[in-house]
Structures are given as structure tokens and as C-alpha cells.
């Protein structure tokens, strides 16, 4: 027999059903919870080629720190600025945030959302190569609110010496060169360039490579400030004109403004392209599979009349800094000094990446991102990718659409350069 | 004997023992089980819509609170010279009409054609209801792989079989684009538009169409006079829940073209996350959805008048 009255049994099983609903919600909890003492959250952009030098990191800091736990959480590169974001607005932010700086840092610090680190920073820049100009990754009106962690460049092209070998044609060093080995790779059946520009970034790396050699770094950013220079200046017409000229001379594959990054990385790896160029990850995203070639390196080649040669794409790609929300501030100022040492710089650059740390890319790093680091090196000035000094309406938006048409060969040069200083007048209020 | 029972005025007369009267009973059980799905129905779908219409009235980067301010109509202001909410309101009434149009007459087909006694109707019926189960983000992958110039299988197909002509770039060509897009939503949803024809071809009486043909009625008659009249509610509902899907539509468009090549695929619902999530204008994005939402809204409300007159004009 019921001990309760029948009504009252349905709203006891209603109630109960609400409160495993209301259970389940609870237990969907993100993984910026930093629910138990002693764990740290931390979120990075760090899948992929970057996966097992984060674990080895992790594990290392874990053991030298057997008190604190690091809960991370890889998140794809272009869903992670919308996911710090979301994490950011909700306040439910990781303790530890790995991003890409430069406007990043002006934004997240800007909204109050970054714990001032100047103090960390006085103590290891000098462990830092080129530390007065990586610092304005992370600098805001003076004040630190990240360490750089990682160096970014797309300063190089890489290729597959066993189809230019086929074509007969050597790796180029200068811009002609590399017309030139395209056609004879033409001729040979064999497709020049990869590249994969729906997401815009692939082609604007072209763009960023060429404005840097034609503009130079002073004009470059006057044309990001909107003071002194325009996008529409002839300098940045003419970079933009370099990336029409190699689409309509038939460099690139087909369905380059429907091919992904990961469309592009295949057609490379698996021997449909003779060249690419992309950012020095690629290095670490072949480690543990890699292609049936001996993948070849060479600086990006300039053109014989850029005035400025030496003037690379080369920024701070990845900075950490710690969330102003955080619970356990100790710990993540333990997390973030311990990026700091030549140990993590050690893991970072033996998985193939490049450490700002000083020595410790040329001592462990991999023979490929040795190359990589010694075109860095040895430049005159560094432009950092455009995007992330500006607004994104200019940014992601006009640069990486427009990047897309021209290299589809849907845009002109001049158009796309108009509609970029449109935006950024626009942007400029 | 004749026996008396007093009964008083306004007292029904119970058995000893009775219960209430079922309607009384049956509302608050209902209302019971129906918790769960209101507190889901209230917080994550009510709750959300009435914070986008408030952020809509607001500049607001989405990093903090504290940075909100309230800007009255001027989101709404903006888009007036946004060229690119112009080309995404395009972009989805094309949609609507396109894929809306072409979903309810393929489904409208199907539903007839497996009526009529085909054999292995119920293998088609699943084969055709089986991509409505395939999550948006998979089929937008598998389209976009399989529609590549260089890695996928469409454009050497049309090779082989002598339609050279017709290769492209699917998705990267400006022109080509959106009606690709329009292809792959009306293959993902068609199975399931078809399925409801199907049930209410079903409830139709036998007799009308039995007597239809005895009467001398060809079948294309019967399905002119008779069967496409008394479907004409359910191709409402169908066409309107088609419509409502295209209006929505975010995920293929996400994962295949990202709104590009050049906004050509660019529909409000992507326009709007790329303003809220990507250019750190949560107000405008807002401000796009909240539009979006009147859209939908204002079809939503046409379609249901448009099937009242139908179900009027039927009895």
C-alpha cells in the first residue's frame, strides 16, 4: 500500500526528475572549475603537433610540483578566441590562459580580465632572446599582463625535394626564382603551391611576407595606426598585386577558396604540391607522422627590388598570462614562472617549436625549426601577423576575405586593398 | 417502497469514496512532468531570447560586464549600411524559398510515390529518413571533403561520366556557393518532411479514393482533386517547418564556407556570430539575431494563417 496520497506521488517524481535534471546541469560543469584545491585550469591552443610537448610539459611541471594539478583543455585554434571569450564574459575562465597577444593582450587586459605580471617579467627578461621587442606582445600602458611563450613565424617555404628534383628545378632564394620553378613545375604536371585559403589566414600569411619586404616595418604600422600611411598606399598595393600575380600565373592548386589549412597540409604531404608555406608548427605536425619525403626548408624568398628584404613575418605566436578571477594565484604565478625556465623552453623546442628562451631552440631544437629560427635570427625587423594588431572587422574580416578572393583570383590587388582601408577607416570611427 | 435520498443543492451526488472530477487531476500531473522541459524551455531558450533583445539596445565588447552600455536603436541604425546584413537577409530568404520549395515538392514526390505499393517502400522510406539523423556538423564535413577540387569525389565523377562542364569549385566559387549549400540542406532534411506526408497520406479515407475510382477518376485526378486538397494542411506545416529550418540554418554554413567565398554564403545567423563571437560587437550581433528572430516570427505566423484557411476550406 502507497504511503502517500496519489497526487502527491506524481510531484514527488516530478520533483525527483527536476532535481536529476538540475544534477546533471551541475555535473556539466566546464573545465575552467577549479573545484579542488590544488588544481590549476589552464586552456591553450595546444592540439595537434603542439599535444605531446604540452603533456611532457604538464607532466614535468606536475612532478617538480606535486602539491598542484594542471587541468588542461586543448580547444582547435579557430574556435579558441571565441571559447576564451565565452570563457572571459561568463566568468568561468581558466586560472591560466594561453593566447596570442598583441591585441588580445590590449583586449583581455583592457576588460580588467588579466592579473599584471610586470613583476614576473622584470625577473626573466633577460633570460629572453629580443626581450624589448617580444614584451610588446604583452604589454598594456606600460604594465605586463603576459610572458611570451612561443615564437610564430611564416617566414619560410617548405617543399618536397623529390618533386622538384622530378621538375629539375632547385629550391628557390629569391621570388623569381620561385615563379620560374612554378612554371617549369607546370610544365612537368605537377602543381606549384599549395594552399587552402577558406579560413583567409593561409593567403594573408602571402600578404604578410610580401608587405613586410615592400612597406617595411615603420610603414607597415603607420598603415595599422591610420597615421601617416594607408592600405591603399602603393607599397601595400603592390604586396597585395604579388599574391594576384601568383594566382593568375596557375601557382596555386585548385579550390583554393574552398581548401582548409588541413586541406592544404595534405595536399603538401602527401606529394600533390611541390611547395607551401606555412607557419613553423607545420614542423611539429609531422613529427609523429611523417610524410614519406625528407620535407625541405628555405627562407621565404624576396623579390630583387623589395626594399626591404630583411623585414620577416615573425611575432610572439603564443603568450600565457593568468585570469584576474582566479582562485589560486600562487599556483598559477608557480605554472607561469615555470614556463619561464629553460627546462620548459628545453620540451617546447625539442617537439619541434620555437622558445623565445635564449639557447635553448639552437641547443634542442629539431634540425628543421633550426632552420626555421636562424632566417629569424638573423632578420632586421619583425612584423607580427597583421590580424592581430587589428581591429577584427579589418582583421578577420576585409584582410582575410579579401586574402581569399585575390588568391582565387576573385580580386584584384587594388580592390582588395580598398576595401581594407574602407574597413579601417570604418573601424577608426 | 420508494426510497428518498436528500441530496443538498450544489453537491453532485458522489459514491462514497470517489474522487475528484479527471480534468482537475490530469492538469496538475501534467504540469508535473512537464517541470522539466519548462525549466529547460524557460532557461535556456526564454531567459537567453529576452538577454539577446536587451543586448541588442547595448555596445558591448563581451569580455565584462562593466564595459556594457546601453546605445538605444543605434545597432539597428548600423545595419542599415551594412552591406553585409543586406547580402545575408538575401542570402536567407533564397535560402527559405529555395530550399523550402524544393524540400516540400521532393518530399510531396516521394510521399506519392511510395503510397502507391512500391516494392521495399519502408527500406526507401528509412534510406531517405536516415540523413535527418546525421549530425549538421558531420554532413557539412563529409560534403565539403567530397566537393573538394583537389581531395574529393564530385568533380571526378562528373568527369568520368562525361559531365566535365559542370566541375567547380562548389564552395569556393562566388556563384556556385549558396546553391550548394541549398542542395546539401534540402538533402539533410528532406527524409524527415517525407516521412510526415507519408503519415498523413495515410490518414486520408480509403473510401473518398476508392470511390474517386470507381467513379471513373484517373489517378492523376485522384491525387488532384482529392488527395494533394486534404494534404494541403500537412504541405503547410511541412513547407513552414522547412522554411523555419533554412531560416535557422547555421552549422553547414559554419563548417563549409564559414559564410564565404567573400560573404557569398553569408546568412544572418552566421553574420551575427561573427559580430558577437569574432569582432567583439555582442550588441550587433544581437541586434542581427533579434531580426532573425522577427523573420522567422513573421513566416511562422503567415504559414499558420495560410493553413487555417486551408483546414477552413477542407471542412
Given at each position: 500500500m502507497s504511503v502517500l496520497p496519489h497526487h502527491r506521488r506524481h510531484l514527488a517524481v516530478g520533483a525527483a526528475l527536476t532535481a536529476l535534471v538540475l544534477t546533471g546541469c551541475g555535473a556539466l560543469g566546464g573545465a575552467s572549475d577549479s573545484a579542488s584545491s590544488g588544481e590549476l585550469s589552464m586552456w591553450t591552443e595546444w592540439s595537434g603537433g603542439y599535444q605531446a610537448s604540452a603533456d611532457a610539459l604538464f607532466a614535468e611541471f606536475e612532478?617538480?610540483?606535486?602539491?598542484?594539478?594542471?587541468?588542461?583543455?586543448?580547444?582547435?585554434?579557430?574556435?579558441?578566441?571565441?571559447?576564451?571569450?565565452?570563457?572571459?564574459?561568463?566568468?568561468?575562465?581558466?586560472?591560466?590562459?594561453?593566447?596570442?597577444?598583441?591585441?588580445?593582450?590590449?583586449?583581455?587586459?583592457?576588460?580588467?580580465?588579466?592579473?599584471?605580471?610586470?613583476?614576473?617579467?622584470?625577473?626573466?627578461?633577460?633570460?629572453?632572446?629580443?626581450?624589448?621587442?617580444?614584451?610588446?606582445?604583452?604589454?598594456?600602458?606600460?604594465?605586463?599582463?603576459?610572458?611570451?611563450?612561443?615564437?610564430?613565424?611564416?617566414?619560410?617555404?617548405?617543399?618536397?625535394?623529390?618533386?622538384?628534383?622530378?621538375?629539375?628545378?632547385?629550391?628557390?632564394?629569391?621570388?623569381?626564382?620561385?615563379?620560374?620553378?612554378?612554371?617549369?613545375?607546370?610544365?612537368?604536371?605537377?602543381?606549384?603551391?599549395?594552399?587552402?585559403?577558406?579560413?583567409?589566414?593561409?593567403?594573408?600569411?602571402?600578404?604578410?611576407?610580401?608587405?613586410?619586404?615592400?612597406?617595411?616595418?615603420?610603414?607597415?604600422?603607420?598603415?595599422?595606426?591610420?597615421?601617416?600611411?594607408?592600405?591603399?598606399?602603393?607599397?601595400?598595393?603592390?604586396?597585395?598585386?604579388?599574391?594576384?600575380?601568383?594566382?593568375?600565373?596557375?601557382?596555386?592548386?585548385?579550390?583554393?577558396?574552398?581548401?582548409?589549412?588541413?586541406?592544404?597540409?595534405?595536399?603538401?604531404?602527401?606529394?600533390?604540391?611541390?611547395?607551401?608555406?606555412?607557419?613553423?608548427?607545420?614542423?611539429?605536425?609531422?613529427?609523429?607522422?611523417?610524410?614519406?619525403?625528407?620535407?625541405?626548408?628555405?627562407?621565404?624568398?624576396?623579390?630583387?627590388?623589395?626594399?626591404?628584404?630583411?623585414?620577416?613575418?615573425?611575432?610572439?605566436?603564443?603568450?600565457?598570462?593568468?585570469?584576474?578571477?582566479?582562485?589560486?594565484?600562487?599556483?598559477?604565478?608557480?605554472?607561469?614562472?615555470?614556463?619561464?625556465?629553460?627546462?620548459?623552453?628545453?620540451?617546447?623546442?625539442?617537439?619541434?617549436?620555437?622558445?623565445?628562451?635564449?639557447?635553448?631552440?639552437?641547443?634542442?631544437?629539431?634540425?628543421?625549426?633550426?632552420?626555421?629560427?636562424?632566417?629569424?635570427?638573423?632578420?632586421?625587423?619583425?612584423?607580427?601577423?597583421?590580424?592581430?594588431?587589428?581591429?577584427?572587422?579589418?582583421?578577420?574580416?576585409?584582410?582575410?576575405?579579401?586574402?581569399?578572393?585575390?588568391?582565387?583570383?576573385?580580386?584584384?590587388?587594388?580592390?582588395?586593398?580598398?576595401?581594407?582601408?574602407?574597413?579601417?577607416?570604418?573601424?577608426?570611427? | 417502497m420508494t426510497t428518498h435520498i436528500d441530496v443538498q443543492p450544489g453537491i453532485a451526488l458522489q459514491r462514497p469514496g470517489a474522487r475528484r472530477p479527471p480534468q482537475r487531476r490530469d492538469g496538475r500531473l501534467a504540469l508535473v512532468f512537464l517541470a522539466p522541459a519548462l525549466f529547460f524551455y524557460i532557461g535556456f531558450l526564454i531567459i537567453p531570447l529576452i538577454g539577446t533583445l536587451f543586448l541588442s539596445f547595448t555596445d558591448w565588447e563581451g569580455f565584462t560586464f562593466d564595459q556594457l552600455r546601453m546605445t538605444g536603436l543605434d545597432n539597428y541604425r548600423q545595419m542599415a549600411g551594412d552591406d553585409v546584413f543586406w547580402a545575408a537577409v538575401r542570402h536567407n530568404l533564397i535560402l527559405v524559398v529555395a530550399a523550402a520549395v524544393l524540400k516540400t515538392v521532393i518530399a510531396l514526390a516521394l510521399a506519392i510515390i511510395l503510397d502507391n505499393n512500391v516494392r521495399f517502400a519502408r527500406f526507401f522510406q528509412t534510406v531517405y529518413l536516415m540523413p535527418a539523423v546525421v549530425s549538421l556538423v558531420v554532413t557539412g564535413v563529409v560534403f565539403s571533403l567530397a566537393l573538394s577540387p583537389t581531395l574529393g569525389f564530385v568533380n571526378p565523377l562528373l568527369d568520368a561520366i562525361g559531365l566535365s562542364s559542370l566541375t567547380g569549385d562548389w564552395l569556393g566559387d562566388t556563384g556556385r556557393a549558396l546553391p550548394t549549400i541549398v542542395v546539401v540542406e534540402v538533402w539533410h532534411t528532406f527524409g524527415l518532411h517525407m516521412t510526415i506526408l507519408i503519415a498523413s497520406l495515410a490518414g486520408i479515407p480509403g473510401e473518398l479514393r476508392e470511390s474517386a475510382r470507381v467513379d471513373g477518376a484517373t489517378t492523376w485526378q485522384e491525387y488532384r482533386h482529392i488527395v494533394i486538397p486534404m494534404l494541403r494542411p500537412a504541405i503547410g506545416v511541412v513547407f513552414l517547418l522547412a522554411g523555419i529550418e533554412s531560416f535557422k540554418i547555421f552549422a553547414t554554413i559554419y563548417v563549409m564556407t564559414r559564410g564565404g567565398p567573400s560573404h557569398a554564403t553569408e546568412v544572418l545567423s552566421t553574420w551575427g556570430f561573427f559580430q558577437a563571437f569574432s569582432a567583439n560587437n555582442v550588441g550587433y550581433g544581437s541586434a542581427i539575431m533579434v531580426v532573425l528572430l522577427l523573420l522567422t516570427f513573421a513566416l511562422s505566423v503567415l504559414q499558420v494563417r495560410s493553413n487555417r484557411r486551408a483546414q477552413n476550406d477542407l471542412a
Amino acid at each position: 500500500m502507497s504511503v502517500l496520497p496519489h497526487h502527491r506521488r506524481h510531484l514527488a517524481v516530478g520533483a525527483a526528475l527536476t532535481a536529476l535534471v538540475l544534477t546533471g546541469c551541475g555535473a556539466l560543469g566546464g573545465a575552467s572549475d577549479s573545484a579542488s584545491s590544488g588544481e590549476l585550469s589552464m586552456w591553450t591552443e595546444w592540439s595537434g603537433g603542439y599535444q605531446a610537448s604540452a603533456d611532457a610539459l604538464f607532466a614535468e611541471f606536475e612532478e617538480k610540483n606535486p602539491d598542484i594539478a594542471v587541468a588542461h583543455r586543448a580547444i582547435g585554434n579557430e574556435d579558441f578566441f571565441t571559447a576564451v571569450r565565452t570563457g572571459l564574459s561568463g566568468n568561468t575562465p581558466p586560472d591560466v590562459i594561453q593566447f596570442e597577444g598583441y591585441q588580445q593582450t590590449r583586449d583581455f587586459a583592457g576588460a580588467g580580465q588579466l592579473l599584471d605580471v610586470t613583476d614576473i617579467w622584470e625577473d626573466v627578461k633577460d633570460q629572453y632572446l629580443l626581450s624589448d621587442s617580444l614584451v610588446s606582445a604583452c604589454e598594456v600602458d606600460g604594465k605586463v599582463y603576459c610572458l611570451p611563450w612561443s615564437l610564430s613565424t611564416v617566414n619560410q617555404v617548405f617543399y618536397d625535394p623529390t618533386l622538384l628534383e622530378q621538375a629539375g628545378v632547385e629550391p628557390p632564394t629569391t621570388m623569381e626564382e620561385l615563379v620560374a620553378a612554378g612554371e617549369t613545375l607546370k610544365d612537368a604536371g605537377i602543381t606549384p603551391i599549395a594552399l587552402g585559403a577558406k579560413d583567409g589566414w593561409p593567403a594573408n600569411h602571402w600578404f604578410n611576407v610580401f608587405v613586410g619586404h615592400r612597406c617595411g616595418y615603420d610603414v607597415v604600422y603607420q598603415a595599422i595606426n591610420q597615421d601617416g600611411a594607408a592600405w591603399t598606399d602603393d607599397c601595400f598595393v603592390q604586396a597585395a598585386t604579388d599574391l594576384e600575380n601568383l594566382a593568375s600565373q596557375g601557382m596555386f592548386n585548385e579550390g583554393v577558396a574552398s581548401s582548409d589549412y588541413d586541406a592544404m597540409t595534405a595536399l603538401f604531404l602527401s606529394g600533390r604540391t611541390a611547395m607551401m608555406n606555412t607557419g613553423q608548427w607545420f614542423v611539429s605536425s609531422w613529427t609523429d607522422s611523417p610524410p614519406p619525403f625528407d620535407v625541405g626548408i628555405v627562407p621565404f624568398p624576396a623579390w630583387s627590388d623589395a626594399a626591404f628584404p630583411n623585414v620577416i613575418q615573425g611575432t610572439v605566436g603564443h603568450t600565457i598570462g593568468i585570469s584576474s578571477q582566479t582562485d589560486h594565484e600562487e599556483d598559477a604565478k608557480a605554472l607561469l614562472r615555470y614556463f619561464t625556465t629553460p627546462e620548459a623552453g628545453r620540451i617546447w623546442a625539442e617537439g619541434g617549436n620555437l622558445s623565445p628562451i635564449d639557447g635553448v631552440t639552437d641547443q634542442y631544437g629539431t634540425d628543421a625549426i633550426k632552420q626555421v629560427f636562424e632566417a629569424f635570427t638573423s632578420a632586421e625587423a619583425f612584423l607580427p601577423f597583421l590580424e592581430n594588431e587589428l581591429p577584427p572587422a579589418v582583421g578577420e574580416d576585409a584582410l582575410y576575405n579579401g586574402a581569399a578572393a585575390v588568391a582565387a583570383g576573385n580580386l584584384t590587388g587594388q580592390e582588395w586593398m580598398q576595401q581594407v582601408q574602407a574597413a579601417a577607416e570604418a573601424a577608426a570611427g | 417502497m420508494t426510497t428518498h435520498i436528500d441530496v443538498q443543492p450544489g453537491i453532485a451526488l458522489q459514491r462514497p469514496g470517489a474522487r475528484r472530477p479527471p480534468q482537475r487531476r490530469d492538469g496538475r500531473l501534467a504540469l508535473v512532468f512537464l517541470a522539466p522541459a519548462l525549466f529547460f524551455y524557460i532557461g535556456f531558450l526564454i531567459i537567453p531570447l529576452i538577454g539577446t533583445l536587451f543586448l541588442s539596445f547595448t555596445d558591448w565588447e563581451g569580455f565584462t560586464f562593466d564595459q556594457l552600455r546601453m546605445t538605444g536603436l543605434d545597432n539597428y541604425r548600423q545595419m542599415a549600411g551594412d552591406d553585409v546584413f543586406w547580402a545575408a537577409v538575401r542570402h536567407n530568404l533564397i535560402l527559405v524559398v529555395a530550399a523550402a520549395v524544393l524540400k516540400t515538392v521532393i518530399a510531396l514526390a516521394l510521399a506519392i510515390i511510395l503510397d502507391n505499393n512500391v516494392r521495399f517502400a519502408r527500406f526507401f522510406q528509412t534510406v531517405y529518413l536516415m540523413p535527418a539523423v546525421v549530425s549538421l556538423v558531420v554532413t557539412g564535413v563529409v560534403f565539403s571533403l567530397a566537393l573538394s577540387p583537389t581531395l574529393g569525389f564530385v568533380n571526378p565523377l562528373l568527369d568520368a561520366i562525361g559531365l566535365s562542364s559542370l566541375t567547380g569549385d562548389w564552395l569556393g566559387d562566388t556563384g556556385r556557393a549558396l546553391p550548394t549549400i541549398v542542395v546539401v540542406e534540402v538533402w539533410h532534411t528532406f527524409g524527415l518532411h517525407m516521412t510526415i506526408l507519408i503519415a498523413s497520406l495515410a490518414g486520408i479515407p480509403g473510401e473518398l479514393r476508392e470511390s474517386a475510382r470507381v467513379d471513373g477518376a484517373t489517378t492523376w485526378q485522384e491525387y488532384r482533386h482529392i488527395v494533394i486538397p486534404m494534404l494541403r494542411p500537412a504541405i503547410g506545416v511541412v513547407f513552414l517547418l522547412a522554411g523555419i529550418e533554412s531560416f535557422k540554418i547555421f552549422a553547414t554554413i559554419y563548417v563549409m564556407t564559414r559564410g564565404g567565398p567573400s560573404h557569398a554564403t553569408e546568412v544572418l545567423s552566421t553574420w551575427g556570430f561573427f559580430q558577437a563571437f569574432s569582432a567583439n560587437n555582442v550588441g550587433y550581433g544581437s541586434a542581427i539575431m533579434v531580426v532573425l528572430l522577427l523573420l522567422t516570427f513573421a513566416l511562422s505566423v503567415l504559414q499558420v494563417r495560410s493553413n487555417r484557411r486551408a483546414q477552413n476550406d477542407l471542412a
